[in-house]
């Protein structure tokens, strides 16, 4: 079984920092794409950032400057860097991992439970 479980969320004035781990835990052979997305009261969940197979990265453009995304490979974690935060990043925020369990297995796309990050203005 492979778990992702995310922590660092909590309530924070506007133009502050928080920071974000997921840890990924179970029976893993590979991760593969490790993201970040967001879903905010009322609207659909949304992507914030990835770090692709290939060790590109892809930032939602209203983070871009502000977000750092990173993973440790070794440990199996990955981490979201999030300053000048803004009221408008209030929202829960899942870890999204693609990962295989076996050599030569499917990959899956697993999710965290989410984190709340608040944003007070």
């Known amino acids: 079984q492979v778990q992702l479980v995310e922590s660092g969320g909590g309530l924070v004035q506007a133009g502050g920092s928080l920071k974000l781990s997921c840890a990924a835990t179970g029976s893993i052979f590979s991760i593969n794409a490790m993201g970040w997305y967001r879903q905010a009261p009322g609207k659909s969940r949304e992507l914030v950032a990835r770090?692709?197979?290939?060790?590109?990265?892809n930032y939602n453009d209203s983070v871009k400057g502000r977000f750092t995304i990173s993973r440790d490979n070794a440990k199996n974690m990955s981490y979201l860097e999030m300053n000048s935060l803004k009221p408008e990043d209030t929202a829960v925020y899942y870890c999204n991992g693609y990962i295989s369990r076996r050599r030569n297995d499917y990959i899956g796309s697993y999710w965290g439970q989410g984190t709340q990050v608040t944003v007070s203005s």
């Open positions: 770090i692709n197979t290939d060790g590109s990265i």
